[in-house]
């Protein structure tokens, strides 16, 4: 039986987790259409944030312990995964029609990694200052 618990507990996440994800999807829905908010604005802050918990905890443990490649990699590679992956997944099992009003995610989009090349290669190279990361804070709010 000890044996068979990695196994029972990997089912039981992936269960948890495509639950909390109806969950998440439902209760964000509802909540933008009580206060009036359009999907788009729950989907780009309160789900963003809600899902990117995790990530900024494994990030800011690593930088804490200088392990710089591990925080970096790991945003990095979620947006690439996310953009490649994730999306590419969700318009197989339904195409998702494009808006106009999407202009301005994608925009940000490039913007935010433009950015980040530039304060990577720039400045005190290969380091991401702490008022690079106050800029992109502000990015964020605004």
Known sequence: MVGMLPYLLLIAGFILLIKGADFLVNGSSSMARRFRVSDLVIGLTIVAVGTSLPEL????????RRNVEIA???VVGSNIFNVLFVLAASAIIK???FKETNNIDI???IL???LLFAFMF??????LDRWEGIVFLS????
Do not use: D, Q
Request: aromatic letters at 6%.
């Open 107 to 109: 925009g940000m989009v």
């Open 95 to 97: 195409p998702l029609p």
């Open 139 to 142: 990015l964020y709010a605004a």
């Open 122 to 127: 720039t400045g005190r190279k290969r380091l």
């Open 57 to 64: 905890a494994t990030s800011a443990l690593a930088a804490y």
């Open 112 to 114: 935010a990694e433009l």
């Open 72 to 74: 970096v990699g790991n």
